[in-house]
């Protein structure tokens, strides 16, 4: 073995000695988190979408996106599981990436150590770009995970926070990714993936400087060391995705966020974010004095509806999940109530309802307005709901009145509603 050289500071080479850092085990950690930051990204972008943050002011919760919001479109009802199924993949996946990721950060530690910082323009722009890239990852993980515990630690909303950061770190990935990408293909291509895994040995000096020059014996194989990242990220997913699921499944989601805590059992009995006590609805509020107003276009005239007047109407029922921004969602509940296209009709649209801005009797916390496109009002499943599953809706769930819509996010399923303004987005 050859001496250790002098170790004096993290920036000094000699100071890490660990025998796996190498290009083929980073190169290895970027590969997963290449396919996994991607899926990441795009699940992210279409959350945000979701929030048809283009219905200004009242659902954009980023007003100076600008140019970063190029892309955002319409989002549909169709399927009805789209939002569950997206928002679900996005936590999931981001929670189980978090060992690959300290991981990765572990095997590249030295360059971030490494002196001088620049020593050329393209190498400043380089180390640049590493800090985007490092300090990126470390804020969209950190606040992301803060997010889904219903811990909002960090300063602002979390959404304009989470928006921009996820744009400067995709950016700073991306270029990483060009920079790099070559040199991981060639990596893999030469050293293989199984010779390397079985090779207890140093990896060849390199010249980006992670390899040891005076590596230590090993105390665990790479073999050992990817095995424990998989089992990190394994144990991850099994105390996670059970939240995308009802029954006893759910409570294996230990890491997961419980809302209101136990919803019960019975008809009602299922996840809930936030309790009518927690955002300040009183009984009084709910009870027989509660009407709900229909505006339509100005200068017409409210409707104002008791519950027993819309008990009266014709009433539907549509089969839909609530899915939360937080990653956890419910299975199909059956919801029954009054067609929100039928709700325009009696606000002076016959035909063609418009979007609506929905208001909701709650006082504290966020989205207690909510505007929905035309395209969620028109759909025959988007209800303002009385009932679910063959009751009325518990004083948690929304009771006297709640929106369901289709694929939209559960912000967005607006409960404890008290006025409904068709037309005027």
């Known amino acids: 073995m050859p001496p250790v050289p002098h170790m004096t500071s993290p920036a000094d080479p000699g100071f890490w000695r660990s025998p796996l850092r190498g290009p083929w085990l980073t190169s290895v950690l970027g590969v997963v988190l290449l396919l996994g930051i991607t899926v990441l990204f795009v699940t992210g972008l279409l959350s945000y979408a979701a929030y048809n943050p283009n219905l200004s002011p009242v659902n954009d919760k980023t007003p100076d996106k600008g140019l970063l919001g190029f892309y955002l479109f319409d989002w549909p009802t169709d399927p009805h599981w789209l939002y569950r199924l997206n928002q679900g993949l996005h936590v ?58 219903l811990e909002y630690l960090f300063p602002g909303s979390f959404y304009p926070l989470h928006f921009y950061g996820a744009w400067v770190f995709f950016g700073a990935f991306a270029a990483h ?16 993936w ?16 992670l390899v040891a020059p005076g590596a230590a014996e090993p105390t665990v194989s790479r073999r050992g060391a990817l095995g424990m990242v998989g089992a990190g990220s394994a144990l991850l ?31 009602n009995g299922f996840q809930i974010n936030k309790t009518a006590a927690k955002v300040g609805i009183e009984r009084q509020d709910t009870g027989e004095l509660w009407r709900l107003v229909v505006s339509g276009p100005r200068g017409g005239e409210d409707v104002r509806l008791s519950r027993e007047d819309l008990l009266q ?55 207690r307005k909510a505007a929905l496109r035309d395209n969620q009002v028109r759909d025959p499943r988007s209800l303002l709901a009385l009932q679910v599953n063959g009751e009325d809706l518990s004083p948690d769930h929304g009771y006297p009145a709640r929106i369901i819509v289709p694929a939209a996010p559960g912000v967005l399923n607006t409960k404890w509603v008290s006025r409904l303004t068709f037309g005027e987005l």
Do not use: M, Y
């Not at 950060?105 to 722009?125: D, E, M, N, Q």
């Not at 060009?178 to 293989?192: I, K, N, S």
């Not at 199984?194 to 400087?209: C, I, M, Q, S, T």
């Open 237 to 267: 997913l099994v105390t996670t995705v059970g939240q995308n699921f009802d029954g006893p499944l759910r409570r294996t989601a230990l890491f997961a966020p419980h809302g209101g805590g136990d919803p019960g059992s019975g008809p």
């Open 92 to 149: 999931t996946v981001g929670i189980t990436l978090i060992p690959v990721l300290l991981a990765k950060l572990w095997s590249v530690i030295p360059k971030l150590f490494a002196l001088p910082p620049a020593r050329s323009v393209g190498h400043a722009l380089e180390r640049v770009s590493l800090l985007l890239l490092v300090g990126g990852a470390l804020f969209e993980f950190v606040t992301g995970v803060l997010n889904v515990q």
């Open 194 to 209: 199984r010779e390397r895994l079985r090779d207890p040995r140093p990896e060849p000096a390199d010249e980006g400087g």
């Open 177 to 192: 990714v060009v920079l790099r990408l070559p040199q991981v293909v060639r990596v893999l291509r030469e050293e293989g």
């Open 313 to 367: 109407l014709s009433l539907h029922s549509a089969a839909l999940p609530i899915a939360c921004v937080e990653g956890w969602s419910t299975s199909d509940q059956w919801w029954r109530g009054v067609r929100l296209r039928d709700l325009a009709a009696l606000a002076g649209f016959d035909e063609d309802p418009p979007g609506v801005l929905v208001e909701s009797l709650q006082r504290r916390g966020a989205f």
